[in-house]
């Protein structure tokens, strides 16, 4: 199972749900890795659901484990990427080609759920609307507070900015519209004091 | 504090459009500019009946950028507590009044890429302001508008003849209805849809809606909900060491006033949770009207909003 | 009284100082001789004359300095200063509530006439001779919100109000204490107080919203709020805390008197008119330990409340490491006495003291 239970934390953590359908007019999918159980479980309970979503998959490194299982599902509209950067402009296009009465589903690691949701929140859609479902890795994506970049896939506390080379500890403080958890200089008040490097959550 | 802040002013104009409508146009006493406003707001009118201070929230109609008056259009209710009666019956031009600074509990969500706005009968006060306000900055809205006939239709001339694109009437009399289901079916992504109008018409709009898929966050409406009437019953005010009589035709705010008690309020129109009042006893069975406490407050008989409310039995012990 | 501007620093040599009568008006935060959070909420509706809470935007002798301090931050990080779309209209509210109010009540330094939308603005210390059209973004340097902000002390957090809620979606921060506009632009009330300890809990945020979500135009409210800082930095920011995070350990007891210095921020919330949003000005005055010794009450009071804090609080507003050096210093100045409740010195019974030993 991927399923990962999140400590309670402060306000601005985002949290997840669980998939649950909702009547609309169409239905957006957008997924990485083992986010792919959730859309599966989902239409394991909804058959008629697939034949009218568009679903974009990013596999990563779960390759090709949930491949042949979303092929029997019959969906209507399938793409399987390489990176969210790639499937991006698709994104931006589905959202630009939708109406009123679109339900949006995010399912995956933060990272992707924070990055669709922001290009969903810019579409008009309201975050609270959007439904997500955390499954596998737990690693985040990280905002430099000092010099803006943002760090791909940290799963260590502090961590070493990939821009910048800072020091950086990781806060649970979280922004939607940058989809990036906040990472502050270590050692600024006592430089060169970084304690060793703690994988988050163990 | 109660309410907010307040201005003196002077009817200037009363203009009937129809049978049962009337607009009231008002300058300050003081000569200064009246204070701009965000499209939507309304402001709650002082006037003295005899021994009694009947205050009623409007919609402001006119241009937010307009200092030089505000303006408000009032629909005749025979069947009401008076307060449209007086208005209409009473107040001619000449006559003192206070409004109160606009409050806005209707506004504009300014991040929308299109306002679609459903307006039933009177409920089209708010949107006149809202439409002057977005065609300043060019803003895109589109108004869809339910009357009983043409003669009934206020501000339709004006309306159509101002926006012939953006404005679609709809005459029940001659069984001319909005087709929810298919005006709301392919609207953009970031549509933001208004209502305000009687209570059935935004039931059905917002039961629609949600039906096909719209986000609650997007559904604004305004009820004008007015006081009912209800049977007379009895208060103890605790803090105050009063016991109140409420009378048929008062709300309990209204009682609690007249007491010369000074309770909080802003919208009177059990909308924006100002006058949320403690229970200290109760023995006896609650009238909820209101929009503003939740189920389980409703069920917890802890607390009221003394500005719609009602109660009927033995005993209601209150914090004011 | 004609405002002395000065030329001070608020970086690098510190040339900032307060003069006495900046002192004697010092928003000394603590009415009582412990501190905890509360909704200190109260109407920002004049004061005692002279006193900072008796204009509507307080001008006092930092103001050049300190607009000069801004424009140096945001050539350095123009992200300081954002504002969403939607926040346009209220940009121009803002300026317009902040020239009325100046014009009025510092007729001295600021003019504003306007002709129908034809407003022509001048800011006399800054030099600032401006003709505009109102709502025309065209006709200004800058958008509205920034434009009058680089002119105003303090900063401005602009708050859109939807579905009950409170939502940063401008601001033009570079005072601040210690956290960033760029992060928690587009967050709500509850989201953007998420890192502040113990407080949640209290419910005092749900208590503060109701408050704030009521309030209507012609009737702001104001409170006070505090931290600490080394040195007279206006700049502590989270985006340059790689930077001055390094001068907390600078302290030592020959110089904390000089260089420790209190933050009081005066919080100050207006309804803007016809964006209906929220501005809430965040304006910052510093006062060095030895300014603050200079009242007797006021060292006993500052004493008991540093001693007494509880340790997240004090670890949350960044001094915990240099409390045991602060009390050191502070209890020279606690004699036991009782100190009489509310913030202002006891001016008849303890006149200010020229020099603190």
Same mark, same amino acid.
């Given at each position: 199972m991927t399923i990962f239970k999140f400590p309670e934390s402060i306000k601005s953590r985002p949290t997840y749900g669980k998939l649950e359908y909702r009547e609309g007019k169409s239905y957006l999918f957008i997924a990485d890795a083992d986010g792919a159980e959730a859309i599966i479980d989902l239409a394991n309970d909804n058959k008629s659901l697939m034949a009218k979503s568009h679903i974009i998959y990013i596999p990563n490194q779960t390759g090709d484990k949930?491949?042949?299982?979303?092929?029997?599902?019959?969906i209507y509209q399938l793409y399987i990427g390489p990176s969210y950067s790639a499937a991006q402009s698709r994104i931006i296009q589905a959202f630009e080609q939708s109406h009123m009465g679109l339900q949006v589903y995010l399912a995956g690691t933060e990272g992707l759920i924070g /990055?669709?949701?922001?290009?969903?929140?810019?579409?008009?859609?309201?975050?609270?609307?959007?439904?997500?479902?955390?499954?596998?890795?737990?690693?985040?994506?990280? /905002?430099?507070?000092?010099?803006?970049?943002?760090?791909?896939?940290?799963?260590?506390?502090?961590?070493?900015?990939?821009?910048?080379?800072?020091?950086?500890?990781?806060?649970?403080?979280?922004?939607?519209?940058?989809?990036?958890?906040?990472?502050?200089?270590?050692?600024?008040?006592?430089?060169?004091?970084?304690?060793?490097?703690?994988?988050?959550?163990? | 504090m109660s309410g907010s802040e307040k201005i003196n002013v002077k009817v200037s104009n009363v203009v009937p459009l129809n049978d049962l409508v009337t607009r009231f146009e008002f300058k300050r006493t003081d000569g200064k500019l009246f204070p701009t406003f965000s499209g939507g707001a309304h402001t709650v009118i002082e006037l003295k009946d005899g021994d009694i201070t009947r205050r009623n929230p409007y919609s402001l109609m006119s241009d937010p950028m307009d200092q030089e008056g505000y303006s408000i259009s009032v629909r005749r209710d025979d069947a009401g507590r008076g307060g449209s009666l007086f208005l209409h019956n009473n107040v001619k031009v000449g006559d003192d009044a206070v409004l109160s600074h606009p409050v806005n509990l209707f506004s504009l969500d300014l991040r929308a890429k299109k306002h679609l706005m459903i307006a039933g009968g009177i409920g089209i006060t708010p949107f006149m302001a809202q439409i002057k306000q977005l065609d300043r900055s060019h803003g895109n809205w589109e108004l869809h508008y339910s009357v009983r006939n043409p003669k009934l239709g206020t501000y339709v001339d004006d309306l159509i003849s101002m926006h012939p694109n953006d404005v679609n009437v709809y005459y029940d009399d001659h069984k001319n209805f909005i087709d929810i289901v298919n005006l709301l079916d392919g609207q953009p992504l970031g549509t933001h849809l208004y209502i305000c109008g009687p209570k059935g018409m935004i039931d059905w709009v917002v039961g629609e809606a949600k039906k096909l898929g719209w986000p609650s966050e997007v559904i604004h409406f305004e009820e004008f909900l007015a006081p009912k009437p209800g049977e007379p019953f009895q208060v103890k005010l605790s803090a105050s060491n009063k016991v109140i009589n409420v009378g048929e035709n008062e709300s309990l705010l209204e009682a609690i006033e007249r007491e010369g008690v000074d309770a909080p309020y802003l919208c009177r129109g059990g909308a924006c949770g100002q006058c949320e009042t403690s229970v200290i006893e109760a023995d006896g069975d609650f009238v909820h009207r209101d929009h503003w406490l939740e189920d389980d407050e409703k069920l917890s008989r802890k607390k009221i909003m003394p500005c719609v409310s009602r109660f009927s039995g033995k005993t209601l012990v209150l914090d004011r | 009284m004609t405002i002395q501007f000065k030329d001070e620093t608020f970086r690098n040599d510190y040339t900032f100082k307060n003069s006495d009568w900046a002192i004697k008006r010092f928003p000394f935060p603590f009415h009582e001789d412990s501190y905890m959070y509360s909704v200190n909420m109260e109407q920002h509706k004049g004061g005692p004359e002279g006193s900072i809470y008796e204009k509507r935007f307080d001008v006092d002798e930092h103001y050049l300095s300190e607009m000069h301090d801004r424009a140096q931050v945001l050539r350095d990080d123009p992200l300081?200063?954002?504002?969403?779309?939607?926040?346009?209209?209220?940009?121009?509210?803002?300026? #317009?509530?902040?020239?009325?109010?100046?014009?009025?009540?510092?007729?001295?330094?600021?003019?504003?006439?306007?002709?129908?939308?034809?407003?022509?603005?001048?800011? !006399?210390?800054?030099?600032?001779?401006? %003709?505009?059209?109102?709502?025309?973004?065209?006709? &200004?340097?800058?958008?509205?919100?920034?434009?009058?902000?680089? *002119?105003?002390?303090?900063?401005?957090?602009?708050?859109?109000?939807?579905? $009950?809620?409170?939502?940063?979606?401008?601001?033009?921060?570079?005072? *601040?204490?210690?956290?960033?506009?760029? @992060?928690?632009?587009?967050?709500?009330? @509850?989201?953007?107080?998420?890192?502040?300890?113990?407080?949640? #809990?209290?419910?005092?945020?749900?208590?503060?919203? !109701?408050?704030?979500?009521?309030?209507?135009?012609?009737?702001?409210? =104001? =409170?006070?709020?505090?931290?600490? %800082?080394?040195?007279?930095?206006?700049?502590?920011?989270?985006?340059?805390?790689?930077?001055?995070?390094? *001068? !907390?350990?600078?302290? %030592?007891? #020959?110089?904390?008197?000089?260089?420790?210095?209190?933050?009081?921020? &005066? *919080?100050?919330?207006?309804?803007?008119?016809?964006? $209906?949003?929220?501005?809430?000005?965040?304006?910052?005055?510093?006062?060095?330990?030895?300014?603050?010794?200079? @009242?007797?009450?006021?060292?006993? =009071?500052?004493?008991?409340?540093?001693?007494?804090?509880?340790? #997240? &609080?004090?670890?949350? !507003?960044?001094?915990?490491?240099?409390?045991?050096?602060?009390?050191?210093?502070?209890?020279?100045?606690?004699?036991?006495?009782v100190t009489s409740n509310g913030i202002w010195p006891d001016d008849e019974t303890e006149p200010k003291l020229d020099h603190v030993t």
């Open positions: 949930y491949i042949s299982k979303l092929d029997k599902l019959d /990055q669709a949701l922001r290009d969903a929140m810019a579409a008009g859609i309201p975050h609270t609307f959007i439904q997500s479902e955390h499954r596998g890795s737990v690693a985040r994506r990280m /905002q430099c507070v000092h010099c803006k970049g943002i760090t791909e896939d940290v799963i260590n506390d502090p961590f070493v900015c990939s821009h910048c080379g800072l020091n950086l500890f990781v806060r649970d403080h979280y922004s939607r519209r940058l989809a990036a958890f906040q990472g502050v200089c270590i050692d600024a008040e006592d430089p060169g004091n970084v304690p060793t490097s703690v994988e988050l959550y163990k | - | 300081r200063c954002q504002s969403l779309p939607n926040m346009t209209l209220a940009g121009w509210d803002l300026l #317009e509530l902040i020239m009325v109010s100046k014009s009025e009540d510092y007729p001295d330094l600021f003019e504003l006439h306007r002709d129908g939308h034809k407003w022509r603005w001048i800011n !006399k210390p800054m030099k600032i001779d401006d %003709t505009f059209t109102f709502l025309d973004d065209a006709t &200004l340097p800058y958008g509205p919100m920034e434009y009058i902000t680089r *002119q105003t002390q303090g900063d401005f957090v602009v708050l859109d109000q939807r579905e $009950n809620n409170l939502w940063m979606d401008a601001g033009m921060v570079t005072t *601040q204490a210690d956290w960033s506009l760029d @992060f928690d632009i587009g967050m709500n009330f @509850f989201e953007w107080h998420a890192p502040v300890p113990k407080a949640h #809990e209290m419910g005092i945020f749900t208590r503060a919203l !109701k408050f704030l979500l009521n309030i209507q135009q012609g009737a702001p409210a =104001r =409170r006070l709020n505090w931290t600490m %800082t080394v040195n007279p930095l206006l700049d502590t920011s989270p985006e340059n805390y790689h930077k001055w995070g390094v *001068q !907390k350990n600078t302290l %030592t007891p #020959e110089n904390i008197g000089e260089k420790q210095h209190l933050r009081v921020e &005066l *919080q100050t919330f207006f309804r803007l008119p016809r964006s $209906n949003a929220l501005v809430f000005p965040i304006r910052c005055y510093l006062a060095s330990f030895d300014d603050l010794m200079t @009242f007797p009450k006021w060292g006993r =009071r500052l004493h008991r409340v540093i001693r007494d804090l509880p340790e #997240e &609080l004090a670890t949350y !507003k960044g001094f915990i490491d240099n409390r045991p050096m602060m009390l050191d210093y502070l209890s020279k100045y606690d004699d036991g006495k």
